[in-house]
Structures are given as structure tokens and as C-alpha cells.
């Protein structure tokens, strides 16, 4: 996660620093599988009316009251799915650049909030995050909802560097990569050692030889004379990464290594932000995956069983009442496009980001408002049914045959009815003139 004060990415948001550039999960926030939910935007004045927009097959659109301050990425969710199917293991949210508001929350800059994880020996305990996928709207899919902040605050170039030594795909890879990463710990003989985790325990250590992973640490070269230079940064997910997120063999993973005792920190911490041309003197400490494992436990489930596709929907919030500029949509569908490809080149070819959307993109007549009168229906009686039709979809319901999604009846039967066989739903065809969504 971004965190403003430090600029720089978190377990759970990015923040900013003067002249320095980190990822931190939000002050408080559990590490992912504890009792507790973990960050959640939630703001407690400015409110602000916006609503999700959309290019039909890129990003989503629509009305949404929904926020308060920061983007309430729970109703975010629930507004989105009222015209999309549940296909989707990640939604990601960016808002409109002329939103006057601070989006985020907290001082991050962005942020990905955990909402389930059954996958053993990554160091997340398994269970439900943040209300669980109910809480967003989601029958079951949806993992993590990535926020990331407003399309003013990245440059045109999604490949450019502008925090630190991280490109606007580089803070999503990050934010992704929080689905599985960065949180386990090592056996070092028979004591279990955190020392490969930095800030807040949900990015590795400055001073871990990550090969210059997404999720922080650097590239550290050994000058074989007690001193290490650090050669690269936020480039890939490493082989450590890639078996923590299913898509490598843990026999693929080289030792890998940390500095500690210190002698010349060059002003630089466990949790400092990756930086290129950083020399520290110190020891050496190999560790190797089977060390890993045998703290947190075998994958499960293991390459190349574990999934290795995944399903991302784009939404871009605007404002109430005004239109997505043509801008923000270009900006943003660069960013899409872009980001389906960075994900594969960083995952070493083994990972795919689908962010398509298909679903749902018609209208989506959904009858409200449904009452009976009378309330009670005695045998052989006559019940009127009234409710109103509104167009939640994505489109206008022309001329034509369209679906109307089926209602629940507040009908209660006497005593002596025999209407158990009548479908307490209303399910039935409805021919509409053409009309514009209700936004």
C-alpha cells in the first residue's frame, strides 16, 4: 500500500516520504488471517456522490452513492455487481482526476484490502477478511480489492518511474502481489525467524536479497568483501514469489540471502524502501525454500494445480453528474491493456491477467417495490401484484423481449390454502419501449 507521508507502497497501501519511496499495510491493520479485518477506506466526513463509469467490455458503469470522504470500496463492489456477474477474483478501483477529494484515506496513496484465503503455507492464515465476499456483493469469488487512487496521480506512461523506483504497473503488481505475498517466515534451526519481512511484516526486508522483487527488498550483489551493493529494484515477482503465488515449483527456487549485523546500514532500515546504488557492510545469512516450507508448511494448493489465470475487473468512479472524460477513459484503458501484459512478463510467462469485461453489459430489468393486495390469499382467491421496473443495466431495454430478474412476494396464505405449489417470486417477460439507464 502507498502510504502519503512516505510514498510508498504497503502490505495493504503505498505512502510518501520526502526523498524516499515505501510500500506499508495501514498502522494497525492485522497481518491478512487474524481476528480481525485488515485496512478498510473509510472515511468519516466530506461526503461525496459519484458514480462507477465504464467503456462497455473495459471498465464499469454507473450511478453509486457510496462515499464518504474515501472511496467506500464495499459499495463500490455491491454497485458494481448489480450489473456484472460474480467472475471476478480481484476488483480494482481508480477514480475520476477531477475528484476533489483524497480517495484513499490514511495518507496511502493505494491500497489492497484481503476478503479470503484458503491457500495453506504462504504465511496468511485462511478464512474471510473485511466481511468476506458477502460484504462486497460477491457470492463467493471475489479475493481482494485493489484502490488505486486517483488516474491524476500517474503519469500518461503506465511504464514510467515516478515514486521511487516503482511505474504505475509496478505499484499494481505490488498491490496484486498482496494477495499471497509477502508474509512468511523461515525455520533457522528449529526457531521460527521473520528476518526475510519488512514493514508492518508484509514486504520483504530492505536488506533481503529478493531479486529485486515487486514486493520490495532489492538486487543485492555480495562484493565478496563484507560489503553488498544493491543492483536492482521492483522488476519482477522472484522465484520465492512465484511459488508463494502458485505459479512456480518450490525445486525452482535458488538460495537467497540477508544481510545482518550491520556494521555500515548506509542510514537504510529493514523497512526502508528499495533503492538502486546502496552499498551496506554486514554478514550474510542464505536461506533456502525447504526452510521456508518447513515454517509455513507445503503449498496448497501446489503448482501446477494452483491457479494460474485470474479474473480483473477496472472500475473508474466519477463524480455525480458529470460524464468520464475522454482522457480518464484513454488513460485508464492503456492502463488495463498494459497491465495484462506486465503481469505475464513479471510472472515469468507463468502468470495471465484477463481484465475483460463481458458480462451483464445489456439491461438488466430488475422489478422493485413488489406488493400483493390483498396480503392474504384465501383458496380461490384473486391477489393483484404491483411493482415497478427499473433498468439497472448497462444499456437501454429497446423494443424487444428482455428478462425481468425475479422478485420476492411479501404473500402469506390462510390458514386452510392450498397455494403451496405458487413460486412466492415474480418471473415473468416484460416488452419495453427503448429507455435510457436510470443514470
Known sequence: MW???????????????????????????????????????????GRFLGGIAAAPGRFSYGHLRGFDGTFLIDAVAKRFYRSHDDEFDFLTAIGASDIPYDVVGGGAFAFFAPIQNEIRGIGINQGEFNGGPAAFGS??????????????????????????????????????????????????????????LGRDSAHWNFFMDSDASEMEGNDWRDNGNGTFTSIDATSRYSALDRYLMGLGSPFEVPSFFFVKNLTNAAGKTTTSAPEIGITVAGTRQDVTVAQVIQQEGVRDPAFPAAPSEFRQAFILVIPEGSRASAGDLAKLETIRQNWEIFFSIVTAGR????????????????????????????????????????????SAAGPAIHEVRSQPIPLSTGPTCCWEQWPPVISRRETRRASSPPW
Do not use: Y
Not at 485493489?146 to 498491490?175: C, H, R, W, Y
Open 351 to 394: 502468470g495471465r491477467i484477463d481484465s475483460g469485461l463481458r458480462a451483464n453489459q445489456g439491461p438488466d430489468l430488475v422489478p422493485l417495490n413488489a406488493g400483493v393486495s390483498p396480503a392474504t390469499a384465501s383458496p380461490g382467491s384473486v391477489v393483484t401484484v404491483n411493482f415497478t421496473i427499473v433498468n439497472q443495466g448497462m
Open 3 to 45: 502510504d502519503r507521508s512516505q510514498e510508498h507502497v504497503s502490505g495493504h497501501a503505498f505512502r510518501r516520504q520526502p526523498d524516499c519511496l515505501q510500500l506499508r499495510r495501514r498502522e494497525n491493520a492485522p497481518r491478512p488471517g487474524g481476528n480481525q479485518p485488515g485496512a478498510r477506506p473509510v472515511g468519516e466526513s
Open 139 to 196: 457470492d463467493g469469488r471475489l479475493e481482494g480489492f485493489v484502490s488505486m487512487n486517483k488516474l491524476s496521480e500517474f503519469p500518461a506512461s503506465p511504464t514510467q518511474t515516478f515514486l521511487g523506483t516503482n511505474s504505475t504497473l509496478d505499484i499494481m503488481a505490488q498491490e496484486i502481489g498482496h494477495r499471497w505475498l509477502a508474509f512468511v517466515e523461515f525455520n533457522d534451526a528449529n526457531v521460527p525467524n521473520s528476518a526475510l
